[in-house]
C-alpha cells in the first residue's frame, strides 16, 4: 500500500507509549519509551521513562480539542484488534480471529456464562505505514483471545485468554528483535491486558471488562487480587509510562434515552502500586463504523509539545475495514 506522509514522519518521535518493534533508534531520532541498557537475566531493562508525556497528560482535560490528522487503512486481515505496543518504527497489534462466537447460556453451566467459542489469536506486526510485516500466531482452540499488550523494553507481554469471563488465560512474551514466543505464565481468571512494571519487574493485568486488577512476580506468582475503583469505563489496553505508573484506554457501554446504548470513551493514569487514579479524561471521538475511538487499541505519545493518540476501534469487517486513527492535541 501507498506509505501515508504524516506516519512516515513518526518513527523519529522522542516520547512512545505502548510498543512499536524494528532495529536501532533511527540517526537524530528521539529515544522512545521502552529504549535502554539491556538487562542482565531475570532483571528489568533499564528503561527511558516517560515523564514529559506523564506530565503533558495530567495537564488533559475534556475541553481539549483533538483533531483527526491521519488515517491509514489496514489493507489485510485484522479481524477484531485489541491491543498496542509501540517498538521504535513499527506497531505490535494482537487480534482476534473469531471461528465460532460464544454463545451465551440459558443458565450458567460448570461456571461459565456462555461457550467457549472458537478461534485463532494473533499479533500483527506493522510498519507505521499500514503494511504488514509478520503475523504471530498466539491461541488456538478455546483460548484464543489475545488482550491489551505493552513492551518492557525487550519483550512485547501478550495475554491470551479464553473468549468468555471467570475463566483462564496464559500470558506469553515476544522477543521484540527477534520475534520468538515465550509461555510465561498460566492464570486461572480471563485476563484482558497486562503491563510489565519496569522498576519492580512485576506484572500487572486486568480481569473481564477490568473489573479485577491482578498483580505477579515475573513467573506468575500472585501477589495481589482487587477491585477496580474505577467504573467509567472498562480498561482494555494499559502502557507503562512512568516510575510505577501507567496509562489505560477503555469504553463503558451505557444506556441511552431511546432505549439503546451509547459508547464512552476515556482514558486514565493510574498507580500500579496502589490503583489509584490520579488523572482521567473521556474521550469523545468516534470511527467509521461509530465507535469510540478508545474501544480497542490505543497508544499514546509525546512530539514535542503535541500529544498524539493512535487508535485502532473497527473491526476488519465493519464499516471501512480497520483504520489505524491518529489524533493529535497540542498542549
Known amino acids: 500500500m501507498s506509505a501515508s506522509p504524516r506516519l512516515a514522519t513518526l518513527a523519529g518521535l522522542a516520547v512512545l507509549v505502548g510498543t ?70 513499527r506497531i505490535f497489534m494482537s487480534t482476534v480471529e473469531i ?42 482452540a478455546n483460548m484464543y483471545h489475545p488482550g491489551g499488550i505493552d513492551f518492557d523494553g525487550r519483550r512485547v507481554w501478550v495475554p491470551v485468554a479464553q473468549y468468555r469471563p471467570d475463566s483462564s488465560a496464559i500470558v506469553y512474551t515476544i522477543d521484540a528483535s527477534t520475534f520468538q514466543v515465550r509461555r510465561e505464565f498460566r492464570y486461572d481468571d480471563h485476563v484482558g491486558g497486562v503491563v510489565r512494571d519496569y522498576e519492580t519487574g512485576r506484572v500487572h493485568g486486568v480481569s473481564w471488562g477490568s473489573r479485577r486488577l491482578f498483580t505477579w512476580r515475573p513467573n506468575g506468582g500472585l501477589i495481589e487480587r482487587t477491585a477496580n475503583p474505577s467504573h467509567l469505563v472498562d480498561y482494555q489496553d494499559c502502557a507503562y509510562v512512568d516510575a510505577g505508573q501507567q496509562i489505560c484506554s477503555g469504553i463503558a457501554e451505557l444506556p441511552n434515552a431511546r432505549g439503546g446504548t451509547y459508547e464512552l470513551g476515556g482514558l486514565a493514569l493510574t498507580d500500579l502500586a496502589t490503583d489509584e487514579i490520579e488523572h482521567e479524561l473521556p474521550f469523545p471521538y468516534f470511527s467509521a463504523a461509530g465507535h469510540v475511538a478508545t474501544r480497542n487499541p490505543v497508544a499514546l505519545e509525546l512530539d514535542g509539545s503535541t500529544v498524539r493518540l493512535l487508535a485502532a476501534p473497527d473491526d476488519g469487517e465493519e464499516g471501512a475495514g480497520t483504520e489505524l486513527l491518529v489524533y493529535e492535541t497540542p498542549r
Open 99 to 140: 471461528i465460532k462466537a460464544p454463545v451465551i447460556y440459558p443458565r450458567p453451566r460448570n461456571g461459565y456464562d456462555r461457550s467457549p467459542g472458537k478461534g485463532v489469536g494473533h499479533v500483527l506486526v506493522l510498519t507505521r505505514d499500514g503494511d504488514l510485516l509478520r503475523d504471530i500466531e498466539l491461541g488456538r
Open 20 to 89: 512499536f518493534v524494528g532495529g536501532g533508534v533511527p540517526a537524530g531520532a528521539g529515544v522512545p519509551a521502552g529504549a535502554g541498557a539491556t538487562a542482565g537475566a531475570g532483571e528489568a531493562p533499564q528503561q527511558q521513562l516517560d515523564e514529559p508525556l506523564t506530565r503533558a497528560f495530567r495537564g488533559l482535560d475534556r475541553a481539549d480539542e483533538w483533531e483527526l490528522v491521519d488515517r491509514v487503512a489496514l489493507d489485510f486481515p485484522t479481524y477484531h484488534p485489541q491491543g498496542f505496543a509501540l517498538v521504535r518504527n
